[in-house]
């Protein structure tokens, strides 16, 4: 069955950096989108990047010069390089994408940055 396991998260100050990865097994990963969403607490889960299979990519503005998707297909990997992080960055990380009509959700990788 299709997977995505989150990892790379911890606890960084301000303006530190932190790469996450994201591991899919079970699904043909280079033909699929891949999304990076957050949700902080008390809040909804927002969509903070996303990378087709074509690699062309979107950010939300709040993120825009800061984080970079990528993807190594043939890995199965992808991957999200934050760097000037802000305390507002803080969150539950969480990659996704969709195969055969079902979107798939990875566990979760927690961020923490401190002011």
């Known amino acids: 069955q299709v997977q995505l396991v989150e990892s790379g998260g911890g606890l960084v100050q301000a303006g530190g950096s932190l790469r996450l990865s994201c591991a899919a097994s079970?699904?043909?990963?280079?033909?699929?989108?891949m999304y990076w969403y957050r949700q902080a607490p008390g809040k909804q889960r927002e969509l903070v990047a996303a990378?087709?299979?074509?690699?062309?990519?979107n950010y939300t503005d709040s993120v825009k010069g800061r984080f970079t998707i990528s993807r190594d297909n043939a890995k199965k990997t992808g991957y999200l390089q934050m760097n000037s992080l802000k305390p507002e960055d803080t969150a539950v990380y969480y990659c996704?994408?969709?195969?055969?009509?079902?979107?798939?959700w990875g566990q979760g990788t927690q961020v923490t940055v401190s002011s």
């Open positions: 079970g699904m043909i990963f280079s033909i699929s989108t």
């Open positions: 990378i087709t299979s074509g690699g062309n990519t």
């Open positions: 996704s994408a969709p195969w055969w009509g079902v979107r798939y």
